[in-house]
RNA sequence: GCGAGGAUGGCGGAACUGGCAGACGCGCCGGACUUAGGAUCCGGUGUCUUACGACGUGCGGGUUCAAGUCCCGCUCCUCGCACCA
C-alpha cells in the first residue's frame, strides 16, 4: 500500500484537536518559547500558497523547540478590521460584520487543514468587540497622558467621491476608483505622538535581533538628524522666522529664506504686491498631491516680497516660499545656502538670487560645494577647518550666546495618524461636545461597538459613515451631565494590529488586556515571521505601543519582538505575449502550455488559433494575473506534508520562491520513500524490528540528528531537508530495520511532516499513541563519537591546484600525508621533473606541495 | 540620488573560523524492472578536450602556499526611501 495523506492526515489532526495537543499553559520554570506569525487579514478570496510559506518555517521551529523541551505558544488569529470588507460592504450591501465572520470561517479551516501546531484556544479576532475593548482601552491610556491627540494632519481628499482615501487608494493623484481628482487636505483628526519616542525607537533597535534591513529601514523612517534651530528677524515685524538646519556653519552663506506654502506664517509676511502671486502658487500646491509634488524636482516658487536679516551677517535676504521646502519636516522653513547645498543652488540658480562662498574646496559659480573645506566670507570664523563637527559647535554656540539659536535634534518621524473617516474599525471612544474632546469613556463603558449603518456609503462631507448612526451618536452622558457627541472616525487597521502578541498571552482576560503574570512568562516574542512589507508601518507601531505599555508598567520588556525574520514571497509563472509594438508586454493567461524553456514559452491562448510565444516572468501571485495556486488544490493531491516539506526545501526563508509543482511532487516522492522505509507489503507491515543497529547506521542516523538540529536552529530548514534526504536514501540502500534508527528518524522529520511522522512513531516504530504526539518525545541527541571519521579524505595540491584526493588517518603525519601524496599518479605528473620545495599541511583539511 | 541586500551549472540552491566549488532537488541523458509508465530502482550530467589536461563562483586588480569566502575599484539586478534642510 503506498503513502496516503488523505487518509492519515485528517486523522491525526483530530487526535490533536481532541487531545488538546497544543494548547499552551503556563508552567513556571520550564523555559518558554513564544513563536508568533503575522495574522492574517482574513480576505474573501480564501488563503493562498504565500501564507504557508512564512507559517511553515515557524510550525517547522515550534514543534521542534516542543521536542527540545520548551513550552511553546503558537497563536493564531486574524487582522479583521479593514478597508476590503467596507467595499464590499458599500459594493454588495453585505454587512463588513457578516462578510468578515464568513471569511474567517474559510480561513480557519484553511489553516487547521495545513496541520499547524497552533493553540486554537486563544484565537482572536481584532473585530471582535471582546478584544477591541482593549484597543480602546489602550487607546483611553494613551489619551491620558496626551500621546492621543487632536492634531491638525493631511488627508487625501477626493470631492467627487466624498471620501477621504488611503494612500494606496490614489494613483498619480488620482482615486483608484473612478479616477477622480485627489487633493491634500489639511483636517482635524486623532494622531498619536509617535514622535516623542523617536529616540528609545532608535536606541531599542540595537538590542534585538532583527534583519539589518528593517532596522535600517526603521532608522530612515526615524530620520534623527543633529543641528539647530536659527532666529530670522523679518523686517517690519516683531515675528520671527525659525528655521532648522544641520549645517550651522554655512550660515553666512544663507542669501535667501524659503518657508513651505503651507507655512503659518506666509500670509502675515507677504506684501501687498505679492500677495496675488503668494496665493495663487499656495493654491497650486494644495492641488497637487503629495506624490505629485516629489516627482518633479523642477524649481518653483514666488517671493513674498517680505525681507529677513541674515543674524550673522546682518544683510537683508529675501523671504520666499516654494514646494520644495516641507511643511511637516524640521519647521517647515529653511536658510538656503545656494553655495552648499545641491537644492539651494538650483532654486537660486533658477530665481537669479544670489550664491556666496563660505566654505572653500569648490567652485560655487559651477555646482553646490557639499563637502568639508575651510570657512571664508565669515567674519570671525574665517580659516576655521569645518570636518569634525568643530566648526557647527563653535558658530552654533555663538549664535546662541547672542540668543538667535538652539542646538537640537530633528527627526523625520511624523505623528502617526490615527483616524479614518471609516466604519468598519474600532470606534475611538470619547465623548465630544463639537469639536472640543469632553472625555473619554471609561474601562466599564467599553467596548463601545460598532453600531449597524444602513449604509456604508462615504457621506460626502469626509465624516465616516458613523455620523448615520444618530442614535448611537448622540449621548446624555451621565458622567458630566451634559449632551455630548460620540467620534464618528474610527482607527486605523494597523490600531488592532499593535499589541495582539500581548492578548495572545492572556485571550480570555475580562479584568484585563493581559495580565502581568501572563506577559511576563511569554513574552518577548522568540521568533516573529512575517512579510518584509511591515518593515515600517506595524513593526514600528507594535513597538511603539509596547513602549507605552511599558511606561506605565503594564508590561516588563521595552521591546516585543526578540527575534524577526522575513519570509519570501511565492511566485509563480506569468506569461506576456507581444503586442503591436512587438515588446512582450501583454498579460497572458494561457490556456494551456506547449512549450517552456524557463525564460520563453510557447502557449495557446484565447484569440490565437497557433501557440505564441510568450516571455516567461516570475511575480507575485495575484487573482488578475491567473498564477494563484490555492492550498487546497495541492493538499488534495498531494497532502500537508508535502506541501510544507516543499515550501521549507525550495528556498531559504527569506527568499522569495518560484512555485514549481515538479518541484513539490519530488519532495511528495521523497515522502513515499520514507513511507517504504518504515512500511513493507500490501498489508503495510512495519519493518522495524529490535535488532541492533550497526556502526554505518548509527554513523547516518547520528549526522543526521547533527545537520538537522543545527539547521532547524539557524532556520536553514532547506539544508535540513536535504539532510534528511540523504539519510532515508543511505538508510534505504542498507536496509535498515533497526527501530532504534528509524524511530529517532522519524522524529527528524516530524517537524516537517508531522502528520506523516506520528504514523511512522507509533504504528511504524511500534512507540505507544500518547496525547501530544510525536512533537513531545524528547529529540534525539546526536553523540560526538558518531560525528567523527576515523579515516578523511582530504584534497592533495600541487602548486594550488587540485591533483586528487587522499585518504588519511585523521591524525596521519605530514611525513605520511606526502609519501600518499607521491604515489598518485596524478601527483606525480605534476611533480616531473620538479622538486618539493614547500609542504603545506593542515591535518584533515589540506595537503599543498609547492613544487619547483 | 541615498540606503540595504544580492550576482555560483539549463533551473532552485549547497559550501563551518580562507582548505577537494557545485551538497540536495528540478530538468535532461542512459539503463533495469515492467502489458504499461507521468510507478519504482540504478547510473550519468559545470565548460572545452579523443585523452592528458586546461578553464571555471558578475567584471578588473590585490593579499595568500591556497580566495565563492578577505582587501581595493567597477558593472548589473532586487528591495526600501526619495527635494528631510
Same mark, same amino acid.
Given at each position: ?39 492574517p ?65 474559510t ?10 501546531s ?32 487632536v ?19 490614489v ?10 481628482p ?21 536606541? +531599542?533597535?540595537? !538590542?534585538?535581533?532583527?534583519? *539589518? &534591513?528593517?532596522?535600517?529601514? =526603521?532608522?530612515?523612517?526615524? /530620520? %534623527? #538628524? $543633529? ?9 517690519g ?30 500670509? +502675515?509676511?507677504? !506684501?501687498?504686491?505679492?500677495? *496675488? &502671486?503668494?496665493?495663487?502658487? =499656495?493654491?497650486?500646491?494644495? /492641488? %497637487? #498631491? $503629495?506624490?505629485d ?38 519647521? +517647515?522653513?529653511i ?9 539651494d ?63 537640537t ?5 511624523r ?15 470619547v ?24 449604509d ?19 449621548v ?14 474610527t ?34 516574542v ?48 506569468t506569461?506576456?505575449?507581444?503586442g ?27 484569440g490565437h ?13 495575484s487573482?488578475?494575473?491567473?498564477n ?17 516539506v516543499y ?15 515538479s ?17 513493507e ?34 532556520l ?21 530495520r ?115
Amino acid at each position: 500500500m503506498p503513502y496516503r495523506p488523505s487518509e492519515i492526515e485528517p486523522l491525526w489532526q483530530d487526535h490533536w484537536e481532541k487531545h488538546d495537543s497544543y494548547v499552551a499553559r503556563i508552567v513556571p520554570g520550564q523555559p518558554k518559547f513564544y513563536a508568533l506569525d503575522m495574522f492574517p487579514y482574513p480576505s474573501g478570496k480564501g488563503l493562498h500558497v504565500g501564507h504557508p510559506a512564512g507559517y511553515t518555517a515557524s510550525d517547522v521551529v515550534c514543534r521542534f523547540k516542543r521536542a527540545r523541551g520548551f513550552n511553546v505558544l503558537h497563536p493564531i488569529g486574524y487582522d479583521s478590521f479593514g478597508l476590503p470588507a467596507e467595499q464590499r460592504a458599500i459594493d454588495e450591501g453585505i454587512a463588513p460584520q457578516v462578510s468578515t465572520a464568513e471569511a474567517i470561517e474559510t480561513f480557519r479551516r484553511q489553516l487547521k487543514r495545513l496541520g499547524y501546531s497552533y493553540d486554537w484556544s486563544r484565537e482572536i479576532s481584532t473585530c471582535d468587540p471582546a478584544y477591541y475593548k482593549w484597543t480602546q482601552w489602550i487607546f483611553t491610556r494613551l489619551y491620558a497622558k496626551r500621546i492621543a491627540y487632536v492634531g491638525e494632519g493631511f488627508v487625501n481628499w477626493c470631492p467627487e467621491l466624498g471620501t477621504v482615501l488611503a494612500n494606496d487608494e490614489v494613483i498619480d493623484g488620482k482615486s483608484e476608483r473612478g479616477n477622480h481628482p485627489v487633493e491634500r487636505k489639511r483636517m482635524s483628526q486623532w494622531m498619536l505622538r509617535i514622535s516623542a519616542y523617536a529616540d528609545r525607537l532608535l536606541s +531599542g533597535l540595537d !538590542t534585538i535581533d532583527w534583519p *539589518e &534591513a528593517t532596522k535600517t529601514a =526603521q532608522r530612515e523612517w526615524i /530620520g %534623527r #538628524s $543633529e543641528g539647530a534651530f536659527v532666529d530670522f528677524a523679518v523686517e517690519g515685524s516683531s515675528e520671527k522666522v525659525t528655521v532648522f538646519t544641520t549645517r550651522p556653519d554655512t550660515l553666512f552663506g544663507a542669501t535667501y529664506l524659503v518657508l513651505a506654502p503651507e507655512h503659518s506664517m506666509v500670509d +502675515g509676511f507677504t !506684501t501687498e504686491a505679492q500677495r *496675488e &502671486a503668494v496665493a495663487a502658487y =499656495q493654491k497650486r500646491t494644495a /492641488g %497637487r #498631491s $503629495e506624490r505629485d509634488r516629489q516627482a518633479s524636482k523642477e524649481k518653483t516658487g514666488v517671493d513674498t516680497g517680505a525681507r529677513a536679516i541674515n543674524p550673522a551677517t546682518g544683510k537683508t535676504i529675501p523671504v520666499w516660499i516654494a514646494d520644495y521646502v516641507i511643511a511637516g519636516y524640521g519647521t +517647515g522653513a529653511i536658510m538656503a545656502v545656494p553655495g552648499h547645498d545641491e537644492r539651494d543652488w538650483e532654486f537660486a540658480k533658477a530665481m537669479g538670487l544670489p550664491i556666496v562662498e563660505v566654505i572653500s574646496g569648490g567652485d560655487v559659480a559651477k555646482a553646490a560645494y557639499a563637502g568639508d573645506g575651510v570657512m571664508v566670507n565669515s567674519g570671525p570664523f574665517d580659516g576655521t577647518a569645518t570636518a569634525g563637527g568643530e566648526a557647527i559647535r563653535k558658530v552654533t554656540a555663538w549664535l546662541a550666546e547672542k540668543g538667535c539659536a538652539r542646538a537640537t535634534v530633528n527627526f523625520k518621524i511624523r505623528d502617526w495618524t490615527f483616524a479614518r473617516q471609516r466604519y468598519w474599525g474600532e470606534p475611538i471612544p470619547v465623548l465630544k461636545d463639537g469639536e472640543q474632546v469632553v472625555r473619554a469613556l471609561t474601562l466599564d463603558e467599553l467596548p463601545l461597538e460598532l453600531p449597524p449603518v444602513a449604509d456604508y456609503a462615504p457621506t460626502g462631507t469626509g465624516e465616516s459613515p458613523l455620523a448615520r448612526a444618530v442614535n448611537w451618536l448622540d449621548v446624555d452622558d451621565p458622567v458630566t451631565g451634559r449632551h455630548l457627541r460620540r467620534e464618528v472616525d474610527t482607527m486605523p487597521g494597523s490600531a488592532g494590529s499593535s499589541w495582539y502578541f500581548l492578548r495572545y498571552c492572556d485571550p480570555h482576560n475580562d479584568q484585563e488586556f493581559c495580565s502581568r503574570e501572563a506577559s511576563d512568562y511569554w513574552m518577548p516574542v522568540d521568533l516573529y515571521v512575517g512579510g518584509a512589507e511591515h518593515r515600517v508601518g506595524h513593526l514600528l507601531y507594535s513597538r511603539m505601543w509596547q513602549k507605552a505599555l511599558f511606561d506605565e508598567g503594564f508590561v516588563r520588556d521595552e521591546e516585543p519582538f526578540a527575534k524577526l525574520r522575513h519570509q519570501g514571497m511565492v511566485l509563480a509563472r506569468t506569461f506576456y505575449i507581444a503586442g503591436e509594438s512587438g515588446k512582450f508586454n501583454h498579460l497572458t493567461i494561457p490556456e494551456s502550455v506547449v512549450k517552456d524553456d524557463d525564460r520563453t514559452a510557447l502557449i495557446r491562448a484565447a484569440g490565437h488559433d497557433e501557440p505564441v510565444a510568450a516571455e516567461v516572468r516570475w511575480e507575485k501571485m495575484s487573482k488578475r494575473k491567473g498564477n494563484v495556486v490555492n492550498p487546497d488544490d495541492i493538499i488534495d493531491l498531494y497532502g500537508v506534508d508535502s506541501l510544507r516539506v516543499y515550501l521549507c526545501f525550495l528556498t531559504p526563508l527569506e527568499s522569495d520562491k518560484p512555485w514549481q509543482t515538479s518541484q513539490l511532487e519530488a519532495q511528495h516522492d521523497w515522502l513515499k520513500r520514507v513511507w517504504r522505509l518504515f512500511f513493507e507489503g500490501d498489508d503495510d507491515s512495519p519493518r522495524a524490528q529490535d535488532v541492533a543497529p550497526t556502526p554505518d547506521e548509527l554513523k547516518l542516523l547520528h549526522r543526521a540528528v547533527d545537520k538537522v538540529t543545527r539547521d532547524i536552529e539557524a532556520l536553514s530548514l532547506n539544508t535540513a531537508i536535504s539532510a534528511l534526504h540523504v539519510a532515508t536514501r543511505d538508510l534505504a540502500r542498507m536496509g535498515t530495520r533497526s527501530r532504534e534508527v528509524l524511530a529517532p528518524l522519524a522524529q527528524l522529520v516530524a517537524p516537517f511532516a508531522p502528520h506523516l511522522a506520528e504514523t511512522l512513531w507509533t504504528r511504524g516504530a511500534g512507540k505507544p499513541v500518547t496525547p501530544g504526539g510525536v512533537a513531545y518525545e524528547p529529540w534525539p541527541v546526536a553523540e560526538a563519537k558518531w560525528l567523527v571519521d576515523d579515516t578523511v579524505t582530504i584534497g592533495v595540491q600541487v602548486n594550488g591546484k587540485t591533483a586528487g584526493t587522499i585518504e588519511l588517518a585523521l591524525d596521519a603525519d605530514e611525513e605520511t600525508a606526502v609519501a600518499a601524496a607521491k604515489a598518485l599518479d596524478s601527483v606525480g605528473r605534476q611533480l616531473a621533473g620538479k622538486s618539493v620545495a614547500k609542504v603545506i599541511y593542515k591535518a584533515g583539511k589540506i595537503l599543498n606541495l609547492i613544487a619547483k
